[in-house]
């Protein structure tokens, strides 16, 4: 498809255990983002990869965090030993390369809706 | 540090009319981008219209318009002929391109409800 896919699209998991989520941006989309919005809330910035560079993780609430993206496309965010605080829809986003006299729009997947028990 | 409120947690609009969402911004950087999205009971994030900072012009798209006051540093999302497909959420975000921040600051959106 053309947009950005994510999956699961809704995982239900017990506290303490990991999970993996994934993320498959818009072909040709340098720049994907990782989001999570808890209930009733608006979008929290978690990670941000562009191109080769270092990702910056200045969003990750804790070191049970991490992401990783592989040859520059499909990307996978792990919570390690997860908490109920950890429930939230998970978004990724993809864009075009940022600049820093414009922008561009980053589009998102559905989101993966993440529940722990 | 940036900032975005949104003070209408929710709003009721009569189908065929106009109705206006409020946003306002802080932040230090002189060169900052405004977005809008609209968040459907789906849950999808839907981008809707795009300001910079520097433009010139209020930004429009369809029937979405931006009422950007820099003074005042409100970027408003007009939603013009409100139509049942209109009710969701709407969040209003921002991004600072000088300080380097990568990602996008959300509001917390506000409830729209069209009715018929």
């Known amino acids: 498809g053309a947009g950005v896919s994510q999956s699961p699209s809704n995982k239900v998991t017990e506290k303490g255990k990991d999970v993996e989520l994934r993320c498959d941006p818009i072909s040709g989309h340098t720049a994907l983002y990782w989001y999570r919005q808890s209930l009733g809330q608006g979008l929290e910035f978690l990670i941000y990869?562009?191109?080769?560079?270092?990702?910056?993780k200045s969003g990750l609430p804790s070191d049970r965090f991490s992401a990783e993206r592989t040859g520059g496309s499909v990307s996978t965010l792990t919570i390690q030993r997860t908490q109920q605080e950890d429930s939230a829809v998970y978004f990724c986003?993809?864009?075009?390369?940022?600049?820093?006299?414009?922008?561009?729009?980053?589009?998102f997947g559905d989101g993966t809706r993440l529940s722990i028990l | 540090a940036q900032k975005i409120t949104q003070t209408q947690p929710g709003m009721f609009v009569q189908e065929k009319e106009a109705v206006t969402l409020d946003c306002t911004y802080d932040?230090?950087?002189?060169?900052?981008?405004l977005f809008w999205y609209k968040q459907p009971s789906s849950g999808e994030m839907i981008f809707l219209i795009y300001q910079g900072s520097y433009d010139q012009q209020n930004a429009t798209e369809g029937r979405y318009s931006l009422n950007f006051q820099k003074a005042r540093k409100s970027a408003n999302l007009v939603i013009s002929a409100s139509q049942l497909g209109d009710s969701a959420m709407y969040f209003c975000?921002?991004?600072?391109?000088?300080?380097?921040?990568?990602?996008?600051?959300f509001g917390t959106g506000t409830r729209l409800t069209v009715i018929p």
């Open positions: 932040t230090s950087d002189p060169s900052y981008g």
């Open positions: 986003a993809s864009s075009l390369r940022l600049g820093r006299g414009g922008d561009q729009p980053q589009h």
């Open positions: 990869f562009q191109g080769n560079s270092a990702p910056d």
């Open positions: 975000a921002m991004r600072a391109f000088q300080t380097g921040a990568n990602n996008l600051f």
